[in-house]
């Protein structure tokens, strides 16, 4: 490959597809604005923030806290046997949030501003469900 394509590669925006392939490899990978470093969560394809189309990625650390939760107790037909479950908003230490299920503590435990972390997918399903764990 020549410098000239990795560059191109390096600067395209980033497709949900990709998005949901790291989320099942356990990697939160979202897109960085090349300008001005900040994060595009979910993509897009224009910078919100500075107006440039140049795009690089970046892996999240994975840590954060929860900011907002319900309790799902009627689910979608599909995760009828995992009900009831709790669906949460966490904020990243990177400051991007992002609506997943949080698993593994029992649902009257649960507190806004809990640490969590980032653990994968939550169903083999497609597209994938983020899951956070309590740390
Ligand atoms: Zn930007």
Redesign the pocket.
């Known amino acids: 490959m020549s410098a000239g394509a990795a560059t191109a590669d390096a600067a395209r925006g980033m497709t949900i597809r990709e998005f949901f392939d790291g989320v099942r490899e356990g990697r939160l990978v979202v897109q960085r604005?090349?300008?001005?470093?900040?994060l595009a969560v979910p993509p897009k394809a224009v910078?919100?923030?500075?107006?440039?189309i140049r795009w690089g990625r970046t892996t999240l650390d994975g840590d954060g806290e929860i900011t907002s939760y319900t309790v799902i107790r009627v689910p979608p037909a599909q995760f009828a046997a995992e009900a009831p479950y709790v669906v949460a908003v966490a904020r990243m230490t990177e400051g991007v949030s992002f609506l997943g299920r949080l698993t593994g503590t029992p649902i009257d435990g649960v507190q806004v501003g809990m640490p969590v972390r980032f653990v994968g997918s939550s169903t083999n399903a497609d597209p994938p469900v983020i899951a956070f764990r309590p740390r």
């Open positions: 604005c090349e300008a001005c470093g900040a910078c919100p923030s500075c107006e440039s």
